[in-house]
């Protein structure tokens, strides 16, 4: 009974290897994801593409599927050096009985001056003391607290892709503009998200 359990572990393990379920890496975390082209002196990368699930893709979720292939994309970009992806429509890949199996989700990179580039924004994300709120010499941002439960999302839009959830009080690193309504954060332990701008109270520099 054991040594079967183990063969199907093992079988299990093997299929799920040929699938993509993409993490964001720390030059990922350092792109902004926006849904129009930025403003500015930026240099247009080319386009990237990323993709979730595939194989055995059918045992996730569909919102999954879709953050791995964001995942995916934003890491791409960030190994170009840019600094902003302009997000396209998520395709949904199915069988032939309708099982959705992957996420494809295309983007365009770009490099904005003036903007950090990914290994030295992720060289700058925050490492303050919750007690004193002071953020070392170059974090990003301005500092602000979390004033109802929100979730973190992948792009700029209540539809896109959860990527964690904060608690009331949680005290975070957010962008100095919005994009449509939404800031970039960043949390004590490195990650990174957008979030309704609503939803923090902002505090002076």
Known sequence: MQHAAAIAVALAATL????????????????????????GDCRNLGVVTGKGGGGFGEMVANESLIEYATNDALNKAGERGATHLVLMAPTLGSTSQGT??????????????????????????PAWGSA?????????????????????????????????????????????TATR??????TEDGRT?????????????
């Open 181 to 186: 309504g939404f800031r970039k954060v960043w």
């Open 16 to 39: 799920l290897s040929g699938c993509s379920y993409a993490q964001i890496l720390p030059t990922g975390s350092a792109v902004q994801p926006v849904t129009v082209p930025p403003a």
């Open 132 to 176: 004193t709120g002071a953020a070392p010499a170059g974090a990003p941002g301005v500092l602000a607290t979390v004033k109802a439960a929100t979730q973190a999302r992948s792009a700029p839009d209540q539809s896109a892709p959860a990527r964690f959830d904060l608690a009331p009080g949680t005290r975070v690193r957010a962008s100095p």
């Open 193 to 205: 998200g957008l979030v309704e701008e609503a939803a923090l109270e902002l505090q002076a520099p």
């Open 100 to 125: 959705t199996t992957s996420a494809t989700l295309s983007g365009v990179a770009y490099r904005c001056a003036g903007a950090s580039a990914p290994a030295s924004a992720e060289a700058s994300a």
